[in-house]
Structure formats: structure tokens, C-alpha cells
């Protein structure tokens, strides 16, 4: 007689519910804080830019540059409005400011937490006027024209009679280097030699003709030797030429040698 084999019974599992499922609030719980976390940083009050503090100027309207900021200060994510300090461009801001103030050199732009901005803003200083046909602009020790002069200024006056292209405020006007090569020449002059200048020609890249205050002229080469054109300027004056008849004197020319011809006037 044939034994028949037990078989067990199929069972159906039931399926666990979703809400018993651990990864599940684990999930909710992650999105939750995701979503509260987002919502503190760029909709929350809390960080919300409020505030603009603005230092280190001095000319430039303190107003202006206000408005100018809080124009930037606004930002939309899907269609909200927001003004989070972490969502406003500090490099456009910076970029604006310079483009629209050409007196200002440099621009220091932070977020002060939890709703400010702090500007710090660095003025061009002023070390001569540089002019040009009928056209006088401050200009700052990079060679930079930033200001038109409507009136005179007590400072080095440089003409620039060389043929250049039309200029705007903010670009450099003149090298560098030859600026601190004319403001340098101009300070021996007035320091060593006592010899007080009414202004500066640059007439080419090779000649400088400077007028004093009693009407005649040195021609020096700006890519010469200047000290050793400022000591022969010395000997000719010391030995040959008194003060006393600097009054009929024309011109001394430096740009040659080891000599500093002169002229005197018809």
C-alpha cells in the first residue's frame, strides 16, 4: 500500500502596509526637512535683505548707490518673489556700481548675516588733470579719468597733444608708468631745482615739453634717463644761466647727450 505525500498547504503573504514601512517616513521626514530648510533660507523673513550699509564714500551720493542696490536686490523662484541674501548677485552689484560711477576704484561687496549687505567702497584719488584740445578730466594715479573739470584745480595740469581715439570716463588716458614718470619729474622740479610748473605737453611718445611759472619751457625725452636729464638741467641753470635772466629765457633743451642747449627769446 502506497503512502501518499503530505503537501502543505499554500499560504498567501499579506502584503505590509506602506505606513508600517520605516523608509517611507524615513522619506517624509527628509522631504519635510528639505522643504522647511528651503523655505528658511530664501522665503523666510529671517533672511530676507534688509538692509544696505554703505561706507568709505566720500563724493559718491550714498543715495544713489542705495537705490542702485536695492533694484538687485530681487529674485523669483518658480514665480515667488524673493530678496534672500543668499540669492543676490554680488558680482553684478559690483559690476553696476563700477560701470555707473567711474570715480569709484574698487568696490568691497560682503553679506552681513542674517539680512544685510555691507558695501565698502574705495574713492579714485585725484593726482592731476589731464586735458586734452578743450577737455579736462581728473585723473587718478592709474592713469584713469574719472571726473570732467569744470574749474580749476590746484594740481599738475598734463596736455595731452598726441593724435588719440575718442576716450570715455573709467578708461585709462595715459600709460601709467609715463604718469608716474611726469609726476615724479614734477616733484624734483619743484623740490630740488625750486622750479614751479604751469603745466605738461606730452607732444609724442619722445617729448615732453614743460612750461614753468615763469614762462619758459624744458623739453625732456620720457624714455631717456630723467635723472641725468634733471643734472644737466641743474649745471646749465647753476652755471650759465643766473636767475635774473630766466625771465627772457625761451627754452632748454635735454633730450640730446651731454649737453642742455638753450634758447632765449627774440
Known amino acids: 500500500m502506497k503512502r501518499r505525500k503530505f503537501r502543505k498547504p499554500y499560504r498567501i503573504k499579506r502584503r505590509k502596509s506602506v ?11 527628509t522631504f519635510v526637512i528639505a522643504v522647511t530648510f528651503f523655505y528658511l533660507l530664501f522665503f523666510s523673513e529671517i533672511f530676507q535683505a534688509k538692509k544696505v550699509i554703505i561706507t568709505g564714500e566720500e563724493k559718491v551720493s550714498k543715495e544713489e548707490l542705495k537705490l542702485l542696490i536695492e533694484k538687485k536686490l530681487e529674485n523669483k523662484i518658480f514665480f515667488f518673489k524673493t530678496k534672500s541674501i543668499f540669492l543676490v548677485n554680488l558680482n553684478e552689484i559690483k559690476r553696476d556700481i ?37 577737455n579736462c578730466f581728473l585723473i587718478d594715479n592709474e592713469g584713469i579719468i574719472f571726473e570732467e573739470v569744470l574749474l580749476g584745480v590746484d594740481l599738475t595740469k598734463i596736455i595731452d597733444r ?78 650759465e644761466i643766473p636767475s635774473e635772466k630766466r625771465k627772457n629765457l625761451e627754452h632748454i633743451e635735454l633730450r640730446f647727450g651731454n649737453f642742455a642747449p638753450y634758447k632765449y627769446q627774440d
Open 98 to 134: 563700477l560701470n555707473d560711477w567711474p570715480q569709484i576704484a574698487e568696490v568691497e561687496i560682503g553679506r552681513g548675516f542674517p539680512d544685510a549687505l555691507n558695501i565698502v567702497v574705495i574713492e579714485r584719488v585725484r593726482v592731476a588733470n589731464w586735458c586734452r584740445e578743450d
Open 19 to 29: 505606513f508600517k514601512n520605516r523608509f517611507f517616513w524615513l522619506g517624509i521626514l
Open 162 to 239: 598726441q593724435n588719440r581715439e575718442s576716450f570715455t570716463l573709467g578708461e585709462r588716458a595715459i600709460e601709467k608708468t609715463l604718469l608716474s614718470q611726469i609726476l615724479e619729474t614734477e616733484r624734483k622740479l619743484k623740490e630740488d631745482l625750486k622750479i614751479q610748473l604751469q603745466e605738461i605737453l606730452i607732444v609724442s611718445e619722445e617729448r615732453l615739453n614743460i612750461r614753468t611759472s615763469e614762462g619758459w619751457e624744458i623739453y625732456l625725452n620720457p624714455q631717456g634717463d630723467i635723472g641725468w636729464q634733471l643734472t644737466k638741467l641743474r649745471a646749465t641753470l647753476e652755471e
